[in-house]
């Protein structure tokens, strides 16, 4: 049997990957005819997924069902009966729903039909058409008239009547594309009209970086109308600094649509019987983010809430984990089967392979012109160049190979990040070392940026560098080494625990490693979730199974120490109270949490008996609270994050105080209010019950002075002045203090001492639990303080990915790695100082000599570099050693230069 | 001057939300949805129903009930349609004036905007035949809203002479509309004014 | 809508003002084959100054409950009388208190819930369907007209049968009859300013100078309205508007009951085109 995956967009591709990969049946369906959902609709998106959409398609443990929906579903947990409208029946353990989401009508007031007024997915399709046009200029739709001011209305159909809840992911991609306006058409004025700014971490750096360095203007209005009129696009808001109407006119408007559950997905809840919730989506809690009201489906991404590509791709593939919990592994993982690879000869006998990429590149130019041509080149034995889909491709590689006896491969088609791996595994099938093996990017760098003509000619000049270079590539030996089949988690909150229960229960061991003599981490100082939840009894529920689970090795106050080794092979030492030992392990799971920042010295804490932190609030909410005015001030300078549970907390106390006292006055103070997704109706709930909401502007903070509270609220544009018997201070999130030692001694970046690190991992919205240290994966508030449902459904993917790699037997150590010609190398120890990973240590040699060619040892030593285990195959030694006696293999100079020298 | 809170009326809101109409007051974000498509703003700046609603939240009832911006409203219900927290902020503004007129009769508020006295005088002749008589409804509206009957029959002239003159003549106020056309049951709606008021 | 009659419900303005609008509503449906029947007794709906939802609930309750005796839906041609009759009806259909507390008042306001109140664009479009319409015409007018909806056509939307930015329902009919509409989307909706008329008239004389010289500049021959206080504003007291502000617009307004009369091959005076104060003689001039 295996798991279902309904819906082909990036959380069903993400989960039917993880699954797949980690050695389980899975069968995806998808409605449409063609992978990729939404995000595929997005320009720059697109090509951020094509290669996973590739490796779908092609993957041999999932069984594709395009252009079909679920029909019927039976049978329970273990044993699910599923119907197809092809008429395709699949038995499975457990289903996956993915089925994302749409987005809602838009009221005619925004532009009266006018063409210049866009929705924001139809906005990067403009953006990317703009940058690839001859003038390179952004033109309006309507009348080809240059753009020189462009409006984004945030909001649209989201936190209304109709969408209650706001859309989470709207204020980031909004933030995005005015970015890429400003970048590309840096002429350009640009607005954004909106109520709440609702952005954490590396985007909220984006908002302040648009308003300081590129004069992007934020107003806060609701925008309820474009008028066209007259060749332009009038839009009125309130300035509210003036107390005036201001009229704008603008060349065009995006509007930043709100998300909506599926269209599919009520029928699909009915077919399947998991419940939705008010607003459609389905249901689940914060405390189980990922399990459906139907024991054995599991639901992930925009099918249980809006959010953001990164939180799907999370839940994706926790939702994979739950579901390979109730399966059985039954299908080989790929790339673990050993083959033996016929030796070659100097002598090249080059094969070209020219893939069509589904008219991609077989449109864009004249390929059997291409072809005529490269199959004079001496050393071209062989050339193909019928295939157009990747498994034809690799079909046609693997018996070239065999058939015409080739030991030299020239692979083209569309970008190698795409199917990289699976032609080398087809060159290993059929017994050629994977590394004899180049490819040349015809859609990218060819179709994409020629003409036709053109495009043929360059195609040809390209295959031909290629060939050049190929004539020298040399095999490069495949060496494997056995997974340990067992996890190290460094952090015992909710989060790590999680972690450790899901790895555990996959069937590995674990070891969970906390510094603090009892498990639990920040949860431990909440009395109670806003879901209702006693944080107690969900924490308790937690250390039971833990500690009760004998898979699970835990240590209290202790730590981890000096982790070395690589992905599937680790070693460290625990150390702690009564505690030194050395461990072995496959994959390495941080999940380290965040802490509160206590904010002495401002607005009188710490002196002051009446002002108190949020946490320490939460804890007098279970008593009596003896106040009659409450000022809850969000946003208290200091130093750390802000966490995306801020705002919510804040909102969520006041409202409880509210319950608790309807007659005591409260007051909000806050800069945006941060009541993302779902959460919004909290802060409607709160401001029903009478919480009183006061905005201010970060440059004029509240002041706290003689028992009065005076605050310049920017709606009322006046100040505000409020007696209260309690002052609540919000304050930033700390990042774990091991945080620092972890990222040195794992080489994992920090941003703001969290393990968030965008720029530096530029994939990481998919793959938002991994790090640039392969087997070593982040997740909970570690990563970004984050809600307990977030953190969850992070620390089930992190476990996920980790039973991945701990699946696999073997790993392949790194093949293009640096090697050292020991005859010519100086000692002179650069190449030590230039490695980043500290792969590199001089070592003692003896002296050789060489005699007519024949080396002989003459007693004296001298220092040699020596690459070890560790080396990542950058090059930097490569490029730095002096005497030209470090090389990378695979880019060899005899390989490179030959390339070149056909070039020029 | 900075607004200070222990001097405003925090029940203020709960008396809106007790009026028919005014339900959904503390549902408002301040987006402005309703201030940015008001057509009366176009016309009389000052004019803010956001603001207004803002106000009451906070509890400045004086502010609230002695603005005259209160009487200019509409109800076309262009910020009803739209609202995005569901305020019904026609009906919101319209249960503050309520609240105003209380208040006027209570002999603790002045209202300067005439309309008041018009809603009053066209009911009034509801209430007395039923349905609408529009002479009757001048009568009775004019003289109280420029103090004097005289006064009264004079801005009448002044506003009605040409299109009461232009109506006869088209046939629009025949001899039929000079008397009121009441109906047969009044007492009916009679008994609808004396349990609810107007 | 029970076979083919309705209770008409004519509204105040009927006997005088808008004593147009009345003439040619009658005479559209008689020639369409459906009578109407008028509710006896009427009483006036509150109109825009009834202000406390629970004196409109109850003045209507008593229109509701005679055209209920009937088991007629009610069929009324003014927008206001529209909205306040309709939403008497969806408050107090499925509210049995609300229902409770209109009978304590009176055994005549006893609406025990089972009509509708429909508007005659409504009943037009929705119910007589463009097909049946497109069967019954015998003239073309052919105008350029600016559709004119005013404010309770599509909003609120409790009681709202179109579009409340851009209604379409008045496009149609004028398209089926052989005019053509001219590009008035954003003004379709705006306020005449009519409830503002006795109050504040600068005000609502600067929002019907709006609609009108929008309706100008986008080229139409006339405005064609469904609401007999947008009548008023728009026509009555266009020579009113001109004078006080000083302005020359000389815009032709008619109701779609009446244009619909002329596609239908009513007689122009029986429609009571006769009776507008800007004249109308060209556009009864454009039936062919």
Same mark, same amino acid.
């Given at each position: ?136 200029? !952004? ?22 009547? +109709? ?34 700014? $609702? ?48 009229? !704008? ?224 590539? +040399? ?79 835990? *240590?209290? @106050? ?117 009541? *993302? ?7 409607? +709930? ?105 953190? !969850? ?51 003692? +040699? ?59 | ?9 925090? @029940? ?84 503050? $004036? ?101 | ?6 209770? *008409? ?26 009578? !109407? ?252």
């Amino acid at each position: 049997m295996g798991i279902a995956v309904v819906g082909g967009g990036v959380a069903g591709i993400t989960a039917a990957l993880d699954l797949a990969d980690a050695g389980y049946k899975v069968h995806l369906i998808e409605k449409n005819a063609e992978l990729g959902g939404k995000m595929a609709e997005l320009a720059e998106c697109r090509t951020g997924l094509s290669p996973y959409v590739v490796k779908v398609k092609n993957h041999p443990n999932i069984e594709l069902m395009l252009s079909s929906e679920l029909e019927s579903l039976s049978g329970s947990a273990g044993n699910f009966k599923l119907k197809v409208s092809s008429g395709k029946e699949v038995e499975v353990e457990s289903v996956v729903l993915a089925p994302g989401y749409d987005i809602p009508e838009v009221a005619k007031s925004y532009g009266f039909g006018s063409p210049d007024v866009v929705s924001s997915l139809d906005f990067e399709g403009i953006l990317r058409a703009a940058t690839a046009s001859e003038t390179g200029e !952004l033109l309006r739709p309507s009348d080809g008239k240059r753009v020189k001011r462009i409006g984004f209305i945030q909001c649209v159909g989201s936190r209304c009547q +109709e969408n209650e809840i706001c859309s989470t992911a709207c204020c980031a991609y909004t933030a995005k594309e005015a970015w890429v306006v400003k970048e590309r058409f840096p002429d350009t004025e640009v607005y954004i009209f909106y109520m709440d700014i $609702r952005v954490f971490g590396k985007d909220e750096e984006l908002v302040a970086e648009l308003k300081d360095k590129y004069g992007v203007k934020y107003i806060r209005s609701r925008v309820p109308e474009v008028i066209p009129e007259e060749g332009a696009l009038t839009v009125k808001y309130e300035n509210l600094e003036k107390g005036t109407i201001e009229q !704008l006119d603008l060349d065009m408007v995006v509007l930043a649509m709100g998300l909506l559950p599926s269209k599919t997905l009520s029928k699909l809840a009915e077919i399947t019987g998991v419940k939705t919730d008010k607003y459609g989506y389905i249901e689940t809690s914060i405390t189980n983010p990922l399990e459906t009201s139907v024991p054995g489906i599991f639901a992930s991404g925009t099918a249980t809430g809006p959010m953001k590509v990164r939180e799907s791709v999370a839940q994706a593939s926790g939702a994979a984990l739950k579901a390979a919990g109730l399966s059985q592994r039954t299908e080989p993982i790929p790339g673990q089967a050993e083959y033996k690879f016929i030796e070659v000869g100097e002598e090249p006998k080059i094969g070209i392979f020219i893939c069509g990429c589904d008219g991609e590149v077989s449109k864009a130019m004249d390929i059997p012109a291409v072809a005529e041509q490269v199959k004079e080149l001496k050393e071209v034995v062989f050339v193909n160049s019928e295939t157009n889909t990747m498994k034809e491709a690799v079909e046609a590689l693997e018996s070239g190979i065999v058939d015409q006896g080739l030991n030299r491969i020239v692979f083209a088609g569309c970008s190698p990040r795409e199917y990289e791996d699976m032609v080398r595994d087809a060159c290993a099938r059929a017994g050629l070392n994977p590394y004899l093996l180049e490819f040349v990017n015809l859609r990218e760098q060819c179709a994409w940026v020629n003409e036709p003509k053109e495009a043929t000619e360059a195609a040809v000049d390209m295959l031909r560098m290629a060939v050049e270079r190929a004539k020298y590539l +040399e095999e490069i030996p495949v060496e494997r080494y056995p997974v340990i089949p067992k996890a190290l988690v460094i952090g015992g909150g909710v989060s790590g625990m999680n972690a450790a229960l899901g790895i555990a229960d996959a069937g590995y061991e674990v070891y969970l490693v906390e510094k603090e003599p009892e498990l639990g981490g920040g949860l431990r100082a909440i009395p109670e979730l806003q879901s209702g939840e006693q944080a107690a009894d969900v924490l308790n529920e937690f250390v039971e199974k833990v500690t009760s689970n004998e898979r699970i090795k835990v *240590y209290t @106050n202790a730590k981890e120490e000096d982790i070395r080794g690589r992905a599937g092979s680790f070693k460290a030492r625990i150390t702690g109270e009564g505690v030194d030992e050395e461990i072995e392990f496959g994959a390495c799971i941080i999940a380290t949490g965040a802490r509160e920042f206590v904010p002495e010295g401002y607005y009188g804490y710490g002196k002051e008996k009446n002002v108190v932190t949020v946490s320490e609030f939460g804890r007098m909410l279970t008593g009596k609270v003896d106040a009659n005015t409450i000022v809850l001030i969000q946003d208290v300078p200091g130093e750390g994050v802000d966490a995306k549970y801020s705002g919510i907390e804040v909102v969520d106390g006041a409202l409880r105080a509210k319950e608790k006292n309807p007659d005591a006055n409260v007051f909000v103070l806050y800069q945006d209010i941060k009541t *993302y997704g779902k959460w919004e109706v909290l802060y409607k +709930e709160a401001r029903e019950k009478g919480v009183i909401f006061l905005r201010y502007d970060k440059d004029k903070p509240p002041k706290y002075e003689a028992g009065i509270v005076s605050v310049y609220d920017v709606i009322f544009n006046d100040e505000i002045q409020i007696k209260p018997d309690l002052v609540v201070l919000s304050t930033p999130t700390m990042p774990a203090e091991e945080n620092e030692r972890l990222s040195r001694m794992l080489m994992i970046p920090l941003k703001n001492g969290f393990f968030m690190e965008e720029q530096e991992r530029p994939k990481m919205v998919l793959t938002p639990v991994d790090t640039v240290n392969e087997g070593v994966f982040i997740c909970g508030s570690a990563v970004y303080p984050a809600m307990i449902d977030e953190c !969850l459904a992070m620390s089930s993917a992190a476990a996920s990915r980790a039973c991945v790699l701990l699946a696999k037997d073997f790993l392949e150590t790194p093949a293009v790695t640096s090697v050292v010609d020991e005859l010519i190398c100086s000692g002179c120890g650069v190449c030590v100082d230039m490695c980043p990973v500290e792969a590199i240590e001089l070592t003692e +040699e003896p002296v050789p000599v060489v005699t007519f060619g024949v080396a002989t040892v003459v007693g004296g030593t001298k220092k040699v570099a020596k690459v070890g285990d560790g080396c990542i195959g950058c090059g930097s030694c490569a490029s730095y050693c002096p005497s030209g006696a470090m090389s990378l293999r695979y880019f060899k100079d005899r390989q490179v230069y030959a390339q070149l020298d056909f070039a020029v | 001057m900075p607004i200070k809170t222990w001097e405003l009326d925090p @029940n203020f809101r709960n008396e809106i939300m007790n009026e028919p109409g005014g339900e959904h007051l503390a549902a408002c974000f301040q987006c402005s949805t309703c201030t940015l498509g008001c057509p009366i703003t176009e016309i009389v700046p000052s004019y803010n129903p956001r603001k207004i609603i803002q106000m009451s939240l906070l509890g400045m009832r004086e502010e609230v009930l002695s603005n005259p911006d209160l009487w200019i409203c509409l109800i076309c219900q262009t910020c009803t349609a739209r609202c995005p927290q569901d305020v019904v902020v026609s009906d919101v503004l319209s249960a503050i $004036r309520r609240i105003a007129e209380k208040e006027e009769e209570a002999g603790k508020l002045k209202i300067e905007s005439p309309r008041p006295l018009f809603d009053k005088a066209f009911l009034h002749q509801l209430e007395k035949y039923g349905r609408l008589y529009d002479i009757g409804l001048a009568k009775e509206y004019y003289p109280k809203k420029e103090g004097s009957f005289i006064k009264g029959m004079r801005a009448m002239m002044k506003d009605y002479k040409d299109f009461g003159m232009r109506m006869f003549k088209k046939g629009k106020m025949g001899p039929k509309a000079m008397f009121p056309e009441k109906i047969k049951r009044t007492g009916e709606v009679k008994k609808i004014f004396e349990k609810i008021g107007d | 809508m029970n076979g083919k009659k309705l209770a *008409y419900y004519p509204g105040c303005p009927s006997a005088g003002t808008a004593v147009d609008q009345d003439m040619s509503t009658k005479a559209v449906f008689e020639k369409l084959g459906i009578e !109407l029947a008028e509710v006896e007794d009427w009483n006036c709906c509150g109109a825009a100054e009834a202000e406390n939802p629970m004196l409109v609930y109850a003045l209507n309750a008593r229109n509701l409950a005679i055209a209920e005796k009937e088991g007629l839906d009610i069929v009324t041609p003014c927008s206001i009388c529209y909205y306040n009759l309709e939403r008497s009806n969806i408050a107090l259909k499925d509210d049995e208190s609300l229902r409770a507390k209109m009978r304590d008042i009176d055994g005549s306001l006893d609406y025990k819930g089972g009509i509708k109140a429909r508007h005659v664009l409504d009943v037009f479009v929705n119910e007589i369907g463009m097909e049946e319409l497109k069967s019954k015409i015998e003239k073309k007018v052919s105008i350029k007209a600016a559709p004119y909806y005013g404010c309770y056509l599509g909003r609120p939307p409790v009681t709202a049968f179109d579009d409340p930015d851009d209604p379409i329902l008045m496009d149609q009919l004028i398209e089926l009859i052989g005019g053509e509409c001219v590009d008035f989307s954003y003004m379709k909706t705006k306020c005449c300013g009519g409830p503002l008329m006795m109050t504040r008239a600068d005000i609502a004389f600067e929002m019907a100078r709006k609609v009108l010289e929008a309706a100008k500049r986008a080229g139409a021959d006339c405005i064609v309205l469904a609401c007999p206080l947008c009548g008023m504003m728009l026509d009555a007291k266009q020579p009113d508007i001109e004078k006080a502000l000083n302005i020359e617009i000389g815009m032709p307004v008619i109701y779609i009951t009446q244009l619909l009369g002329l596609a239908l091959g009513i007689d122009s005076k029986k429609l009571g085109l006769d009776k507008a104060a800007v004249d109308t003689k060209e556009i009864v001039g454009k039936v062919v």
